[in-house]
């Protein structure tokens, strides 16, 4: 119910006009119509509750233009705050539905604006919420001084450090790596933009041949041990699903630490192995080195 009338609401257009010209409620008339609502879900009532309280909606929305989102979306998030409160709101309390109405249509386009104002998300914690819609108000020609960083620590509970890690990004909004540098060059801001955890070619191409080197170093290694040793090994540190010291006993008929004592001798000889053709791949540079000074 409350989607359809939020839709029938804002795509009407003499919608905001009408509501502009409702008087607001009396008390007793909000009781009234509340109570037809709540009891008899009376369309007409439902009508002209909405109609004299979109101006409410309209004045707390337009607090929030600042904030760069479509001004008919905050509209239509306040709407949707006003249905939850008539929703519930309970008649017999000594409670003016103005009063308890305005609470939820703010909370409402908050939540909306902290959920859509950045691609980064702001949080949602009591202290997070007052931090991002009180900064504003402490800037000083764009920035946040320490005088002002530490008034507001104090006024919201929150450390001075809790603010500064925040701040920036609270007061700067999403730009796109689409955008130019300038107004005079179609240079992006993304051309620029460098991955320090890309390798240059140069770099990408040594620790290829390096793993390529590696490679073949542990396939002659491999070489060096006999078949049950050339089992645990692959077993244990080559294969993609590694076994246990157990089911690699149960297969070979052996314990589990006799498994463990061929697996460390059979590590030992793959280190040894390694070395001596890292040694003799250092002599053979040597030696071409050498030819080639002579």
């Not at 929703?87 to 017999?92: G, I, Y």
């Not at 993304?190 to 590696?214: C, G, M, T, W, Y």
Request: some cysteine; charged content about 30%.
């Amino acid at each position: 119910m409350s989607q359809n009338i939020k839709n029938e609401s804002l795509l009407n257009g003499n919608f905001l006009s009408r509501s502009m010209r409702s008087p607001l409620l009396t008390k007793d008339q909000e009781q009234s119509l509340t109570k037809l609502w709540k009891n008899n879900k009376d369309p007409k009532a439902l009508e002209k509750i909405i109609l004299s309280y979109s101006k409410l909606v309209i004045r707390i929305a337009s607090q929030f233009k600042h904030y760069g989102l479509p001004f008919n979306d905050l509209l239509q998030e306040g709407h949707i705050g006003l249905l939850l409160a008539l929703d519930k709101f309970d008649p017999s309390r000594e409670l003016r539905f103005s009063t308890y109405s305005r609470w939820w249509v703010k909370a409402t386009i908050q939540e909306y604006v902290l959920k859509n104002w950045s691609v980064v998300k702001t949080g949602s914690s009591s202290a997070q919420k007052s931090l991002f819609f009180n900064l504003r108000r402490f800037k000083v020609n764009g920035v946040i001084n320490n005088k002002e960083r530490k008034k507001m620590a104090n006024l919201l509970g929150v450390k001075e450090k809790f603010i500064s890690d925040r701040e920036n990004h609270i007061l700067m909004k999403d730009a796109s790596l689409n955008s130019p540098l300038t107004s005079d060059t179609v240079e992006e801001w993304q051309n620029f933009l460098v991955d320090s955890n890309q390798d240059s070619p140069e770099d990408a191409l040594i620790k290829n041949d390096e793993k390529v080197r590696k490679k073949k170093w542990l396939t002659k290694a491999l070489d060096s041990l006999n078949d049950r040793e050339k089992i645990i090994i692959n077993s244990r540190h080559i294969c993609e699903s590694p076994l246990t010291l157990e089911e690699i006993g149960n297969t070979l008929n052996i314990s589990k630490e006799r498994v463990r004592q061929i697996e460390s001798s059979a590590i030992n000889k793959l280190k040894l192995r390694i070395k001596n053709l890292v040694l003799e791949k250092e002599n053979n540079s040597k030696k071409k080195l050498c030819s080639f000074s002579n």
